[in-house]
């Protein structure tokens, strides 16, 4: 019979963790049609505030890493998973919108400390760091399929502000979870002063290592389909597959629970047989399943393309990896926060731009040079190694 460890304990606590800060960004998206109403606001102007708080989540991967190593992993964690816990609460009694748009951006400011402090304490547990990761990663995908329908079902019955809560109600018993079962961690540096890492040229030379640049701009490609696709893959569906709003709904839960269930696998491949063939073949998958989704019509092709995208836009469990194996053990901190701002941010920016293009040219252009994107990871994967870069 074996026995539980204390690494799984951590591995279950920071997985919660990341399912928690993660409700609390997904709980606001269900109730947009009702905060517009009752503040008097554009989709617009929501847009632009959802898009502050995306912007917020990656900035602070950065200062996140800095602080973990001034501090520890353990109790920057639980800054952001009190930080989501009371920032939910803060948007649920706004009484004016500039206060919510606020309270979005400071949301996914505190949201964002946890998961590459995370990481980091992960591939400090860990020696088989993709699987890890793997199971990690499902936090996300796990509370895109739970959190949407349990805030609408509150949202109708008793308000967009009780809905929004949800996500402190979440946070609160995962909060006192970690704090009682994860040990203080040893910070990595706890006598230099964060400001004092804040200069411009070791960040450049950390970004500009060939073996950090080049997954970074991979990251930042595939990031930007990630994003597209969270944001609009119900409305492509309704608008270019003329799907009705509630088998979207259907099909936009699943994508989640392929991605959460597939997630393990995907870290596991990287683990055993390479971090850039998992990658590669995780291009492989999402591009044929968004040339099925663009081009192919019937409930087959559709079930299919789901499971393809959803397995292969688990990529994070195969490319991720490869910073923490090229990072030493005291740049994992703030290298790997620095490295999640950089790709992040940039990726971010994968929503507004699949809009416009979609608004130019339809949803059907804008999803196939989604799946293009991916086939020019691929290509950069294949040279790479065909050449032998070494990058």
């Not at 279950?12 to 109403?37: E, H, K, N, Q, Y």
């Not at 995370?118 to 959190?147: F, K, M, Q």
């Not at 339809?362 to 086939?375: E, I, P, R």
Request: hydrophobic content about 55%.
């Amino acid at each position: 019979m074996m026995r539980w460890r204390y690494s799984e304990t951590v591995l279950a606590l920071c997985t919660l963790a990341f399912f928690a800060t993660m409700v609390g960004r997904l709980a606001i998206s269900p109730v947009v049609p009702m905060v517009t109403d009752e503040f008097g606001v554009s989709n617009s102007v929501i847009g632009i505030a959802l898009t502050g708080m995306w912007m917020a989540y990656f900035l602070s991967q950065f200062p996140s890493g800095l602080l973990a190593d001034r501090h520890g992993e353990r109790i920057v964690i639980l800054v952001a998973v009190g930080g989501t816990a009371a920032t939910s609460v803060f948007l649920a009694v706004a009484p004016l919108f500039t206060v919510f748009l606020l309270g979005t951006i400071l949301l996914g400011a505190v949201a964002g400390l946890h998961y590459s402090v995370a990481t980091t304490l992960l591939a400090r547990t860990y020696d088989e760091i993709g699987t890890a990761i793997g199971v990690h990663n499902s936090g996300g995908p796990l509370a895109g399929l739970i959190a949407p329908p349990i805030v609408a079902w509150i949202a109708v019955r008793y308000g967009w502000r009780p809905a929004i809560a949800i996500g402190a109600a979440i946070a609160i018993p995962v909060f006192f979870l970690f704090a009682w079962r994860v040990r203080p961690t040893e910070p990595q540096r706890p006598d230099e002063p964060v400001a004092d890492r804040l200069e411009l040229a070791p960040l450049v030379e950390l970004l500009s290592r060939p073996k950090i640049a080049f997954p970074v701009v991979l990251a930042i490609l595939a990031a930007f389909v990630w994003q597209a696709t969270s944001s609009f893959l119900p409305t492509f569906l309704i608008e270019h597959r003329e799907q009705s709003p509630e088998l979207a709904g259907v099909v936009f839960a699943g994508y989640f629970v392929v991605q959460a269930i597939t997630q393990v696998g995907v870290g596991a491949v990287s683990d055993r047989y390479g971090r850039d063939l998992a990658t590669a073949g995780c291009m492989v998958l999402a591009s044929t399943g968004f040339a099925l989704l663009v081009g192919v019509s019937g409930p087959l092709a559709l079930a299919v393309a789901v499971v393809l995208v959803g397995t292969g836009l688990g990529w994070g469990a195969a490319l991720l990896p490869r910073f923490m194996d090229v990072l030493s053990d005291e740049e994992r901190g703030a290298g790997f926060g620095l490295v999640r701002t950089a790709y992040g941010f940039v990726g971010a920016l994968g929503s507004v731009c699949t809009g416009i293009l979609a608004d130019l040219f339809g949803w059907g252009v804008s999803f196939a040079v989604l799946g293009a994107l991916l086939v020019v990871v691929f290509g950069a994967l294949a040279v790479n190694w065909a050449l032998s870069l070494g990058y």
